[in-house]
């Protein structure tokens, strides 16, 4: 699939785990995402609530119900989507990060439909997403993939 306009190698295929390059890259992505998170509302919670995976992709990556799907442009990866299918056979997409100077290509989107596309496959009847308070592009994200809000959780540190 390419999206980017005159970029012949440009979509969004499965992680390969054991690529040194994919799972590194995949580490500076999620840094990337990570450091978006701070002074943002509720991206504090967030982090301590979603360990950072770090060098650890591999074995994140094949844990029974992982799934992670990379945007890439060439060999390059700009960005990810880590899923999990739970027990109620929901995929719960747990990471969604495109690097800032790769969006607005449809990248998010992509990853999106691919990860649901692979639920569909593993049978599952539902995908869930999380998006912070005040982040409209994951909100939009979502939205324009059908995945609605049904619950709004408040947090009040004491």
Known sequence: ????????DAGVRPVDLGDADDVAQLSLLE?????????????????????EVGEQWRERGSAPGADVVVAHIGPVVVGYLLADLDGDQIVRVDQVWVTPEARENGFGD??????IERARALGAVAVE??????DRHTKNLYERAGIVARLITTYRPL
Do not use: Y
Request: proline share 5%.
């Open 129 to 134: 997403g999380q998006a912070l308070p005040g």
């Open 110 to 115: 992509a990853l999106l439909e691919l990860a």
């Open 31 to 51: 840094a990337e995402g990570r450091s978006a998170l701070d002074g943002q509302r509720g991206g504090e919670r967030w982090l301590v609530e979603h360990p």
């Open 1 to 8: 699939m390419s999206l980017l306009a005159g970029v012949d």
